[in-house]
């Protein structure tokens, strides 16, 4: 171990001089505005980093103090951007910069002591005890740097894939790549109220924690994060998946040689994104060969214990998580952790037309073609007229009475069952990737439905978006189910008990037939094998929940058997 006195030998021109001072200045910091607490912190890293004079056990000890006052400001930060986390609001925009450039600092801070280290060599053998500590935070802040900007969903930064691979590069060099470390203490005392302690002490408090992660394992967290396509995901989904592939790391597979279980390879001499292994890849010394097969099983298991309910008596991935937000996700990390990933094979035509586009369930439910409750079959005089009554969705309503607003969005490219576009500078406040939208051709009146599935902000600040087809035949219906207490097979055959009545949208199948249609219904409708009647006029009939496929802001999308004869 280093001794006391060599620590602190000399000082540099520079308020944080030694571990005890940033303490004390840790604990002036703001206590009523978290956003300029991190912004001081993040310019004190920056001017630790750059200031000369340090000895590099003091600027890595000052840096780590710094590091661990700001993470809980940061995940306090980053929930409230996650509240409302849209591409073209000013309030969101402020808030990612800030969570962005913390991190980025700091993984800038990290790059140095490693730097630093590298070229003390031998006369600082005794920081050899934090490196690896150092190196998963390294690691970490970079990977958080990606995730924001997925969350922006910009291209990744070249700086990313260079800091990865140099900070890997440093671990296997010195040896300690499978090194299992715990990466922060428990931080139980406020972020204005740091630890102050002496750099021999916080050595010493990291050699007693628990083992919890490893540079390697820390490297494959973000490599996989980066290989299981957040850009179709919300920002909060983006969150959820980089808590999921933490979970689940200890399941992939990283070799030095082509292997059958890793898809994909990473060279470390030519830092840039991941690549999908292919006959047309020559493996070289430098490449670094992973995939998370093995883990298929295991994210099937939970999601077998969503779809049973366990997952109410437990808080795996957060609480702040839906159970069917869960349930998006997992089934999203399962298909990609996978053999056999979705790829974009379709063909896109380009053109250059506009489109009138609205969002949430309740305006797309008025507009679109709607089953007129006049007509329906088995249904009471005072049952219509409550239904006539809702405001909300009023599926009698004319167009002309609907009050709602429309964008215009420019179109650039078309699929068989997707829209590619350009969001205005001035719309799309609203846009979040699995937001549900109508979309309009001019001078039509039939509303299509579709799913906001990719965004991509380009250099210029022009906010790309994918959307996918629903149903160009959308219909808006009613679903009818008996009361509570009423659910059983047996009781539909009395008709002697209260209905409850549900909106929905009922989605065509490519074909515009309704034997394969899915359901748009308000959020948590979906209970598994749930009955219910689709109000259909004199057809109506009955139909049992199957699956939750997917889950937005204000709607969940399941598919359903139809339970009687069959339906066109």
């Not at 962005?100 to 005890?129: D, I, N, P, Q, W």
């Not at 990313?160 to 040896?175: D, G, P």
């Not at 998006?328 to 298909?335: D, G, N, R, S």
């Not at 160009?472 to 209905?499: A, D, H, I, Q």
Request: proline share 5%.
């Amino acid at each position: 171990m280093f001794s006391i006195p060599k620590i602190f030998e000399g000082k540099p021109d520079h308020p944080l001089f030694d571990v005890k001072e940033a303490g004390r200045r840790l604990a002036e910091l703001p206590k009523d505005n978290d956003f300029k607490a991190l912004e001081e912190i993040t310019s004190w890293l920056d001017s630790v980093k750059d200031t000369p004079g340090f000895l590099p056990e003091v600027r890595a000890a000052i840096i780590m103090l710094l590091d661990e006052a700001g993470q809980p400001l940061y995940a306090e930060l980053l929930n409230l951007y996650l509240g409302a986390p849209h591409l073209q609001d000013f309030r969101g925009k402020h808030l990612w910069q800030g969570l962005h450039g913390f991190m980025k600092t700091l993984a800038e801070a990290y790059s140095v002591c490693v730097h630093k280290h590298r070229r003390a060599g031998k006369k600082s053998s005794e920081h050899k005890e934090i490196m690896p500590v150092i190196c998963v935070r390294l690691l970490r802040a970079v990977a958080e740097q990606m995730k924001l900007q997925m969350m922006h969903y910009l291209d990744i930064e070249q700086s990313v894939w260079e800091r990865l691979s140099r900070c890997y590069q440093f671990a296997e060099a010195n040896r300690f790549t499978e090194s299992m470390v715990f990466a922060y203490p428990n931080q139980e005392k406020s972020a204005y109220a740091p630890r102050i302690e002496l750099a021999e002490s916080l050595v010493f408090a990291y050699q007693k924690q628990v083992i919890h992660i490893s540079p390697q394992r820390e490297l494959l967290r973000a490599l996989m994060l980066y290989e299981s396509s957040p850009g179709t995901l919300a920002p909060d989904q983006i969150e959820l998946s980089f808590r999921i592939v933490g979970r689940m790391v200890s399941f992939f597979d990283f070799k030095n040689a082509p292997d059958p279980d890793c898809a994909f390879c990473f060279d470390l001499a030519k830092p840039n994104a991941p690549r999908r292994m292919d006959e047309n890849i020559q493996p070289t010394p430098t490449m670094r060969f992973f995939g998370a097969y093995k883990a298929v099983p295991k994210i099937a298991h939970i999601i077998a214990q969503h779809e049973q309910g366990l997952i109410q008596q437990e808080q795996r991935f957060g609480s702040e998580f839906t159970p069917a937000g869960k349930l998006t996700v997992l089934k999203h990390m399962q298909l990609y952790f996978g053999e056999d990933q979705p790829r974009r094979h379709q063909e896109r035509r380009g053109i250059n037309t506009a489109l009138d586009v609205v969002h949430s369930f309740q305006t797309i439910s008025r507009l679109v073609a709607r089953m007129d409750i006049d007509n329906a079959a088995n249904i009471s005089e005072k049952d219509a007229a409550a239904l006539k009554e809702r405001s909300d969705i009023n599926l009698a309503a004319d167009n002309d009475e609907v009050d709602y607003s429309t964008e215009k969005w420019t179109v650039s490219d078309v699929s068989v069952d997707g829209i590619g576009g350009i969001i205005p500078n001035n719309g799309g406040d609203w846009v979040k990737i699995g937001d549900l939208c109508g979309l309009k051709t001019e001078n039509s009146p039939i509303w299509w439905v579709g799913v906001i599935r990719r965004l991509h902000t380009d250099p210029k600040g022009a906010v790309h978006v994918g959307i996918e087809m629903l149903a160009k035949k959308p219909m808006s219906v009613w679903l009818r189910t008996p009361g509570k207490g009423n659910e059983k097979v047996s009781n539909w055959e009395t008709g002697s008990f209260e209905y409850n009545y549900l909106p929905a949208i009922l989605l065509p199948d490519v074909s515009n037939s309704s034997v394969n249609a899915r359901l748009l219904m308000e959020p948590g409708s979906y209970v598994h094998e749930t009955l219910y009647e689709v109000m259909l006029g004199e057809n109506s009939r009955k139909i049992k929940l199957t699956d939750l496929l997917a889950e937005g802001e204000d709607y969940e999308h399941v598919s359903f058997q139809w339970l009687n004869a069959e339906h066109t």
